[in-house]
């Protein structure tokens, strides 16, 4: 059965930081791509960024480049969101996704992660 666990969400002052893990599980993924995605109430899923899982390649959303960083730790099998310098923006449910081609589409990734909350107080 496969699985994508996301501990690490959260309660954070605004400037601080947090890092959201991804644990893979199931079927080999050596040949998918990692996204991340958010999601805020009352509005639509939001691309954050991915990550190749074989060569570790990344694609950011222009909301988050430069601030955010995806990696990966393929002995582990888990892919990772580092957030420094949270805004309140920032505040959504983060979702963690596997499909086949980089994409900023949320339809085109087949597994999801349950979810994690993060807030970011002001």
Known sequence: QVQLVE???GLVQAGGALRLSC????????????????QAPGKAREFVGCITWSRGNTVY??????RFT???????????????????ADTA???CA????????PRLYTYW??????TVSS
């Open 23 to 38: 644990a893979a599980s199931g079927r080999s993924f050596s040949s998918h791509v990692m996204g991340w995605f958010r």
């Open 61 to 66: 959303a222009d909301s988050v480049k430069g």
């Open 7 to 9: 501990p690490g969400g």
């Open 93 to 95: 449910a983060y979702y």
């Open 113 to 118: 992660g349950q979810g994690t909350q993060v």
């Open 70 to 88: 995806i990696s990966r730790d393929n002995a582990k099998n888990t892919v990772y969101l580092r957030m420094p310098s949270l805004k309140s």
């Open 98 to 105: 596997a499909g086949l081609s980089t994409s900023n589409i």
